[in-house]
Antibody, heavy 114, light 112 residues
């Protein structure tokens, strides 16, 4: 069974940083691209970032480009999202996902507020 | 980026009624491998999204055959026959042919 377990969320002040992690199991993590997708409270789903299996290809949404960094450690089956210069509009539930395959974590909440 | 235009934004239905949701993309979703990566997801309250249908019309395991997907190129439809209470929530279309992946804005299915 595929499992994606996110961690690292919390309350952070505007302008500060936070790093999310996602531990994957139930599939060969190193073979697949991975994504971060977020959902602001009461809003729809927004794709945030993608990283290919070997980290050669990385893409970001325009709303986070230059502030967020996606990375992975295939030896640890772990996906990361380093978030810097956080803004109130980054407040959301962040999912680690392979959405095309139908694999989603439970999400981790990030709240940016003073 | 591919824009996914999903309608209607909400539906109020009675149990047993049938409904349809439309999703139109700004570009063809036919990939270079000839597959069309259009998914339909259901997000029940307080839950992570769950994939119901992939590649336009293929039902995920355990999804009732009351659900069906159709369409091609840029025009897609999700149909739910004989709505049940467990079907309530927000439905999203998702295209996975082009990066960045993009979602429709969602359709909230509520009880009348």
């Amino acid at each position: 069974e595929v499992q994606l377990v996110e961690s690292g969320g919390g309350l952070v002040q505007p302008g500060r940083s936070l790093k999310l992690s996602c531990v994957a199991s139930g599939f060969t993590f190193s073979n697949y691209g991975m994504n971060w997708i977020r959902q602001a409270p009461g809003k729809g789903l927004e794709w945030v970032a993608y990283i290919s299996s070997g980290s050669s290809y990385i893409y970001y949404a325009e709303t986070v480009k230059g502030r967020f960094t996606i990375s992975r450690d295939n030896a640890k089956n772990t996906l990361y999202l380093q978030m810097t210069s956080l803004r109130s509009e980054d407040t959301a539930l962040y999912y680690c996902a392979r959405p095309i395959r139908g694999h989603w974590g439970q999400g981790v909440m990030v709240t940016v507020s003073s | 980026d591919v824009v996914m235009t999903q309608t209607p934004p909400s539906l109020s239905v009675a149990i047993g009624q049938s409904v349809s949701i439309s999703c139109k993309s700004s570009q063809s979703l036919v990939a270079s491998d000839k597959n069309t990566y259009l998914n339909w997801l259901l997000q029940s309250p307080g839950r992570s999204p769950k994939r119901l249908i992939y590649q336009v019309s293929k039902l995920d395991s355990g999804v009732p055959d009351r659900f069906s997907g159709s369409g091609s190129e840029k025009d897609f439809t999700l149909k739910i026959s004989r709505v049940e209470a467990e079907d309530l929530g927000v439905y999203y279309c998702l295209q996975g042919t082009h990066l960045p992946y993009t979602f429709g804005a969602g359709t909230k299915l509520e009880l009348k």
